[in-house]
């Protein structure tokens, strides 16, 4: 996956069955997380995109995907429903995170109203080192598409728990 391409279609089932395909979102900027029930990583930027998704909802589409093969789609509903996720994408054998080359949760990818991929990494700048966030990469990718423009930062490294792919 290169930025400024095309990002790669998929298909995959929320929690209660329904398909989703990228493509169907093809007009709105779409945020791709791939997420984790488990992880206290994506439990911690859950707050932050959720509070900014609040704002962009109308022209942005919010796509949590739940890769980790060790995670039941009992503890997935019950962590989205806690966390307010209005839905998760289940990508029970990892074609997805494959495809996308996902390695952490949360990993974020930006694919703007045409379908083409601006932003991949991190929600933000924390690391082991630096705790507490000081720049949030997702939201300024989202601000500039938002503006018409490109983002400044258009990579940063992923941080987080490592999806899990075998059991």
Known sequence: MEINQPAPDFELPDLQGDCHRLSDYRGRI?????????????????????????QWQDDVALLPIASNRNE??????KAAKTRCLPTVLI?????????????????????????????RGAVDDVTFRQRTPARFFLDEAVESLLEGSLPEVTESPAYGCTIVRAM
């Open 72 to 77: 039941s789609a009992q503890d997935v509903e």
């Open 30 to 54: 779409v945020i791709v997380n791939f997420w984790s029930c488990e992880c206290p990583h994506s439990e911690r930027t859950d707050k932050a995109v959720m509070s900014m998704f609040v």
């Open 91 to 119: 990508d029970a054998d990892c074609a997805v995170a494959d495809l996308y080359e996902a390695q952490t949760t949360p990993h974020v990818f930006v694919i703007d109203r045409e379908g083409v991929l601006r932003y």
